[in-house]
């Protein structure tokens, strides 16, 4: 079965500062990845999404996310944090033949400071 | 604003009770998901709708039903509530079945319906 692994559940970063969230993943086949983001009180938004094309993949909001099978990682990365990114950040992965029967991660919280 | 609405924001309740969540999609969406956040469980998927017609089911309690009408707005019945069924559930929608790989996986979530049951 495919399931993704969150490997923080809080990452506290300061305002400027680059961004590292964590998703390792498990899957018998090549995975469709996504990040997606909740602001507090609002609804989730897709970030980005890999589908087996560049293992770069861009963002919105300057955020990135590199493929790597030999890791079996799905790293989200932002290079310079901004308050506004203050969020919680999902990973998720579709289960084969599942296409939006989206799998979530636990979630990390991110919080920026000052 | 994802265009996705959800009604009520907020529902207090107590156990033993019954209550309707509804779900208007986006504008020319036709598919319609559930999706339940809890504490313990995370974020899961309940059921699908396509067109009316129910296409995927997800960790739904037998408890709960849903229902997409002929305008596409959804509904999420809950019964026999339990303290445990405090959750925050999200409706989202997409254009379509997303049958490839290069449609999945963008839905559009709304802000959600907020369940308290006492």
Same mark, same amino acid.
């Given at each position: 079965?495919?399931?993704?692994?969150?490997?923080?559940?809080?990452?506290?970063?300061?305002?400027?500062?680059?961004?590292?969230?964590?998703?390792?993943?498990? @899957? @018998?086949? @090549?995975?469709?990845? +996504?990040?997606?983001?909740? /602001?507090?009180?609002?609804?989730?938004?897709?970030?980005?999404?890999?589908?087996?094309?560049?293992?770069?993949?861009?963002?919105?909001?300057? +955020?990135?996310?590199? +493929?790597?099978?030999?890791?079996?990682?799905?790293?989200?990365?932002?290079?310079?944090? /901004?308050?506004?990114?203050?969020?919680?950040? +999902?990973?998720?992965?579709?289960?084969?033949?599942?296409?939006?029967?989206?799998?979530?991660?636990?979630?990390?919280?991110?919080?920026? /400071?000052? | 604003?994802?265009?996705?609405?959800?009604?009520?924001?907020?529902? =207090? %309740?107590?156990?033993?009770? #019954?209550?309707?969540? #509804?779900?208007?999609?986006?504008?020319?969406?036709?598919?319609?998901?559930?999706?339940?956040?809890?504490?313990?469980?995370?974020?899961?998927?309940? =059921?699908?709708? *396509? $067109?009316?017609?129910? #296409?995927?089911?997800? $960790? =739904?309690?037998? #408890?709960?039903?849903?229902?997409?009408?002929?305008?596409?707005?959804?509904?999420? $019945?809950?019964?026999?509530?339990?303290?445990?069924?405090?959750?925050? *559930?999200?409706?989202?929608?997409?254009?379509?079945?997303?049958?490839?790989?290069?449609?999945?996986?963008?839905?559009?979530?709304?802000?959600?319906?907020?369940? %308290?049951?006492?």
């Amino acid at each position: 079965a495919q399931s993704v692994t969150q490997l923080d559940s809080h990452v506290s970063v300061s305002e400027g500062t680059p961004v590292l969230l964590r998703c390792n993943y498990s @899957s @018998s086949y @090549s995975p469709s990845l +996504f990040w997606y983001v909740q /602001h507090p009180n609002k609804g989730l938004q897709l970030l980005l999404k890999y589908t087996s094309a560049a293992t770069l993949v861009k963002g919105i909001n300057g +955020f990135e996310a590199e +493929f790597k099978k030999s890791e079996t990682s799905f790293h989200l990365t932002k290079p310079s944090a /901004h308050m506004s990114d203050a969020a919680e950040y +999902f990973c998720v992965v579709i289960p084969r033949g599942g296409y939006n029967k989206l799998i979530f991660g636990a979630g990390t919280r991110l919080a920026v /400071h000052p | 604003d994802s265009g996705v609405t959800q009604t009520p924001k907020h529902l =207090i %309740t107590a156990t033993g009770q #019954r209550v309707t969540l #509804r779900c208007s999609p986006r504008s020319g969406d036709l598919s319609v998901y559930w999706y339940q956040q809890s504490l313990d469980q995370g974020l899961q998927f309940l =059921i699908q709708y *396509y $067109n009316g017609e129910e #296409r995927a089911k997800g $960790n =739904i309690l037998e #408890r709960f039903s849903a229902q997409q009408f002929p305008d596409l707005h959804s509904e999420l $019945n809950l019964s026999s509530l339990e303290l445990g069924d405090s959750a925050l *559930y999200f409706c989202a929608s997409s254009e379509g079945l997303a049958t490839s790989l290069g449609a999945a996986g963008e839905l559009f979530f709304g802000e959600g319906s907020r369940l %308290t049951v006492l």
